[in-house]
Nanobody
Framework: VQLQASGGGLVQAGNSLTLSCAPSARTYSSNVMAWFRQPPHREREFVAAIRWGTGRTYYADSVTGRFTISRSSAENTMTLQMNSLKREDTADYFC???????????????WGKGTQVTVSS
């Protein structure tokens, strides 16, 4: 399965940006899809995840209340709505898919290429 992420760009602090991820094959209800990010010179970190079947969502503390993850089963796409962006949100953002929920990147088998998000002050 290939994952295609899109929607990154340059945005001023306080503004919003939406990222999308489209798997190349059907996403099963047992799958979990997630967003991770890797800031410059730092390790990849968990941002948010969603269980494809139930729609249950999970968030890192740093983005709770500002980011919203969602999925469309009909369109087979996942979206990350990012509001009230901060400079510390600057990173390469990756979408990933696993067969069970985890916040650890190593548990995700399928990855898309990163899309860069830069938040300026």
């Amino acid at each position: 399965v290939q994952l295609q992420a899109s929607g990154g760009g340059l945005v001023q602090a306080g503004n919003s940006l939406t990222l999308s991820c489209a798997p190349s094959a059907r996403t099963y209800s047992s799958n979990v899809m997630a967003w991770f990010r890797q800031p410059p010179h730092r390790e990849r970190e968990f941002v948010a995840a969603i269980r494809w079947g139930t729609g249950r969502t999970y968030y890192a503390d740093s983005v709770t209340g500002r980011f919203t993850i969602s999925r469309s089963s009909a369109e087979n796409t996942m979206t990350l709505q990012m509001n009230s962006l901060k400079r510390e949100d600057t990173a390469d953002y990756f979408c990933a898919m696993a067969t069970s929920y985890s916040t650890h990147p190593s548990e995700y088998r399928w990855w898309g290429k990163g899309t860069q998000v830069t938040v300026s002050s």
